[in-house]
């Protein structure tokens, strides 16, 4: 028992050192030797003692153009000294046109602290408390390539530890300039609309209203396109796919040419660029998954027309699970891509990190939010999963639910529709559907029973009736199993006897028309051959004197 308390207390002080250690090196700095020794003293003026500190004065000193300033804010270490003073300048402007053109600077994120700790109001961030030397500013990518504008602390001597630019963010400058900086169209604009007119520059105004129309008759243009190319296609099912996807892939085909149109031409503000780029991304990706899930119903829509047909309980149980499968294959290739598409929206704007940073910092309320507001959604699906892989019913079944009979048409995600035989929609959630009993009248096969009940007299002669019931049933298309035919007295009143006829039938719809005409046929036969069968009051009057009256039949 010692032993297990001295190894427990041994592996106790060893997490507390590591915590202790981590915590030192986090309240830490950079040690340098020296800092940008080629560009001489850095003004006094100059603050640089936090992030977000360095960062203002870094943007408002490349505001009003004192680049050679602006330079002490980078960190040239890895530059030779005696290039500092030439190249300092010239890559704080190159990075100053890059933050205005393609970062939005989240202020509010950038910590007032000189050690950068993360402080949280509420208490609920799982790095609270944590202090820092090295934070991301934004995270760029190109061709494929991922490339950091980072901040970080550094100290010399016996200096003050300050905030630069770090060397990796310096090197990687030139390459984000030439990506994201000026555009050669711009070396012809005449000063006046290079100017800043509020977020943006001032022919920014006039050019991105004409980018937004030029995109909107490049959407129309496209979509017509699609349409005159749908009207060439040699199947009708290839013109039905081609006209539902046609508006989804113009929006893809927009959205990449304008992206296209982006890259290579034109480089706005950063506040355009941050809007525009995510949303022309989540258009390219919802354009492409639409147009595809489109295609696959159409195709879909297709198979079912040829292999199954039309859908009710008279087709074979292997064509209603053929059909119910379909349908399966439908919800799992939308969860697919819907999952997909989240993904590399995800992994396209890079927000990973700071979507599992906001996750794990409110995962308690999340959890309880979603758990409330996605209860009903997450639980229609989940029922509706059940039903296509256990298939209690399929499409085509023939059931009676809550007193209606109908035929189950089509199994959403969220929703069951059902068809009555008058030919209503009775639109139903699949978790109540579930959750309350029905009757399945196809589960082996469509074959169903029907019961004709009439009230008679008690002078009637059943047996009579029994032979011209059988009688008449043999005559009928609609009835199948002749050895089956049967009728019974099943109830009896001091106002007449009930009696039942049993007849059946190949499958509901041709059951329903059945009754409907054998109970016609035995209520004409009992008004022409025997009124008298018809159910009577007898009123005993004074003296003993009976009366009858007849009911109407």
């Known amino acids: 028992m010692i032993p297990f308390v001295r190894l427990l207390l041994l592996c106790l002080f060893s997490l507390l050192a590591a915590a202790a250690g981590a915590q030192e090196d986090s309240e830490a700095w950079y040690e340098v030797e020296e800092l940008n020794s080629g560009l001489g003293p850095a003004p006094q003026r100059l603050d640089r003692s936090t992030p977000r500190a360095a960062m203002r004065s870094f943007v408002n000193l490349t505001n009003a153009e004192r680049f050679d300033w602006a330079a002490h804010l980078l ?14 300048p010239e890559l704080a402007a190159m990075l100053a046109s890059v933050i205005e053109r393609r970062i939005w600077i ?9 050690d950068a700790m993360i402080e949280s109001e509420t ?68 000063q006046s609309l290079k100017a800043r007119a509020g977020p943006l520059r001032a022919w920014e105004w006039i050019a991105l209203p004409l980018y937004l129309v030029v995109l909107g008759l490049l959407l129309w243009g496209t979509n017509r396109s699609v349409m005159m190319l749908s009207g060439m296609a040699p199947r009708a099912f290839l013109r039905q796919a081609i006209d539902r996807a046609a508006m989804p892939l113009a929006l893809m085909v927009t959205a990449f040419v304008a992206q296209l149109f982006l890259n290579l031409a034109v480089s706005f503000s950063g506040p355009v660029t941050n809007v525009v780029r995510p949303a022309l991304v989540i258009i390219m990706v919802s354009g492409f998954g639409i147009a595809a899930l489109r295609v696959v119903d159409a195709v879909l829509d297709r198979v079912t027309l040829r292999v199954v047909g039309d859908i009710d309980d008279t087709r074979s149980l292997e064509k209603r699970e053929l059909y119910t499968s379909i349908f399966a294959l439908r919800r799992i290739i ?31 309320v999340l959890t309880v939010l979603l758990g409330i507001a996605g209860q009903a959604i997450l639980g229609n699906i989940l029922a509706s999963l059940q039903i296509a892989l256990a298939k209690p019913v399929r499409i085509g079944d023939s059931i009676l639910f809550e007193g209606n009979w109908a035929y189950v048409e089509s199994i959403y995600y969220t929703f069951i529709r059902l068809r009555t035989w008058d030919e209503r929609r009775i639109v139903v959630p699949v978790r109540y559907f579930v959750s309350k009993p029905f009757e399945n009248w196809s589960v082996k096969d469509a074959r169903i029973y029907s019961t004709i009940r009439i009230v008679l007299d008690h002078s009637a ?15 009928r298309d609609g009835v199948i199993d002749h050895e089956k035919l049967c009728a019974y007295v099943s109830g009896q009143t001091s106002e007449g006897q009930e009696m039942s006829f049993y007849v059946m039938s190949p499958d509901p719809s041709s059951g329903w028309e059945t009754e409907m005409e054998l109970r016609e046929a035995m209520l004409g036969y009992i008004r022409k051959h025997h009124p008298d069968w ?20």
């Open 334 to 364: 939308v969860l697919f891509m819907v999952g997909f598409a989240i993904v590399y929206v995800l992994l396209r704007l890079n927000l990973f990190e700071s979507i599992g940073m906001t996750l794990l910092a409110s995962a308690g």
């Open 461 to 475: 002669d059943i047996e009579e009736l029994r032979e011209k019931f059988i009688e008449f049933a043999k005559d």
């Open 123 to 190: 208490g609920n961030h799982p790095r609270a408390g944590e202090t820092r030397r090295n934070l991301r500013i934004e995270l760029v990518e190109v061709n494929g390539q991922a490339y950091e504008v980072r901040l970080a602390r550094y100290k010399a001597g016996e200096d003050d530890a300050v905030w630069l630019f770090t060397p990796q963010t310096v090197e990687d400058v030139p390459g984000l300039f030439a990506e994201f900086g000026p555009r050669r169209f711009e070396q012809y604009l005449p």
């Open 534 to 553: 018809w159910p009577r009051e007898r009123v005993a009057g004074e003296g003993g004197a009976t009366g009858i009256s007849f009911n109407d039949a």
């Open 75 to 88: 960190n040239l270490s890895d530059l030779p000294p005696g290039e500092q003073a030439e190249d300092g």
């Open 106 to 114: 989240n202020w509010s994120g950038l910590s007032a602290r000189p």
